[in-house]
């Protein structure tokens, strides 16, 4: 069968009400400042979870914002697919109390764990979902609230993460309009350069794991920062490739937001002008898998995706994942 199979009919994104700047971290004890974190990374800020917030929570919002802007109601949603490794629960799964907070009696909902990918993931199973006839309308969720899984002690880590939920309505494509290519790859054996020790079956969340950190996220950052720009520039010219298409033919590129110097990295190897580069992790920091649909979501609503505009996503994350599309709007 020949691609586009799927297209998104509508997005929507929600972030905590807290913003916590580079400049809140002295009041934490955290030993940094705005120059260090903005040079590094292009982070000013990022959003943080308070009471009352969590990942269902934000999830519900953005996908009520999604399926308004798509023009569909809850039970007629088929499936949910959630990307996100910071679930409020670690059973079940996420996707399942999203199901339940907005009423979609109907669906199926299950998660996908890819990290920092794990949007371009679901949208390809979402994509598999509909081409196969299981699913007509798929909600695709990708979020984190990671400030409760990062370790607030750590300025390696801690100063990178904010919180926050892309949604995104995928339906059948129509007038050739929708997901053109994609790529989707994992290395397994470079997984101990991002990950969290303890809280899983080999080693439980205790008293010691957490005081010793290993509870929480841990990452080689250089290691991270040099496979994530060779990863995600293959990525560009694979998805490039898998729909015939040149780097100038694309209109906007969407990648991850992790850090402003990986973007532009990947950007100069993939050669793509960074005038064509979507950025807004100066505000969010690195949202994980909320990162593209939130990206998504704004450029949409500012008018940056139009009718007509050819857009490439690039992801990369912990695992180590790394994936690519290709979307015509
Ligand atoms: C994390 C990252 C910003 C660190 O930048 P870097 O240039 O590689 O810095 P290094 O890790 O070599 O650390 C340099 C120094 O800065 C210090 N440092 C680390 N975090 C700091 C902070 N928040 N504030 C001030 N200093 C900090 C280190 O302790 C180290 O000090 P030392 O030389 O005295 O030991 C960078 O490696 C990076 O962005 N990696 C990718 C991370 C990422 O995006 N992960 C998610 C991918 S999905």
């Known amino acids: 069968m ?26 934490i004890g955290i030993e940094t400042d705005d120059a ?26 953005a996908s009520k914002t999604a399926m308004a802007a798509a023009g569909v109601n809850a039970a007629e949603i088929d499936a949910i697919v959630m990307a996100t490794v910071s679930p409020d629960h670690l059973l079940p799964a996420a996707a399942v109390e999203v199901q339940a907070a907005i009423g979609a009696s ?11 990918t794990g949007w371009i993931y679901a949208v390809v199973v979402a994509e598999g979902l509909i081409a196969t006839g299981n699913a007509e309308t798929v909600l695709v969720i990708g979020g984190e609230v990671l400030t409760r899984i990062v370790n607030w002690k750590d300025r390696n880590t801690c100063v990178l993460f904010g919180d926050g ?7 059948r494509a129509t007038k050739g309009k929708g997901l053109l290519s994609s790529y989707l790859r994992t290395d397994g054996t470079l997984a101990k350069l991002l990950w969290r020790p303890a809280g899983g079956g080999e080693m439980a969340a205790s008293d010691a794991t957490i005081a010793d950190g290993s509870f929480w996220v841990h990452m080689q950052g250089r290691e991270v920062f040099k496979h994530a720009v060779r ?8 998805a490039l490739d898998g729909a015939k298409l040149s780097a100038d033919s694309v209109d906007l590129v969407i990648p991850h937001q992790a850090n402003v110097r990986i973007i532009e990295a990947t950007a100069k190897h993939a050669n793509i002008s960074m005038d064509k ?22 450029c949409i609503r500012s008018g940056r995706i139009t009718d007509g505009s050819t857009v490439m996503f690039v992801g990369f994350g912990a695992g180590f994942t790394w994936g690519s599309l290709i979307v015509r709007f």
């Open 231 to 238: 990863s995600m520039a293959d990525a560009c010219e694979r």
């Open 2 to 27: 020949k691609r586009p199979h799927v297209m998104f009919t509508g997005t929507g994104r929600a972030v905590p009400k807290r913003i916590m700047t580079n400049h809140d971290f002295a009041a």
């Open 165 to 171: 939920v892309g949604a995104t309505i995928v339906k």
């Open 277 to 298: 580069v979507y950025v807004n992790v100066d505000r969010y920091g690195n949202t994980s898998a909320g990162s593209i649909p939130i990206a998504l979501d704004e």
């Open 106 to 116: 109907r669906a199926a909902a299950f998660d996908v764990d890819a990290a920092c």
């Open 36 to 61: 260090w974190i903005v040079d590094r990374t292009g982070i000013r800020q990022r959003h943080v979870a308070g009471p009352g917030e969590s990942l269902t929570s934000l999830a519900a919002e």
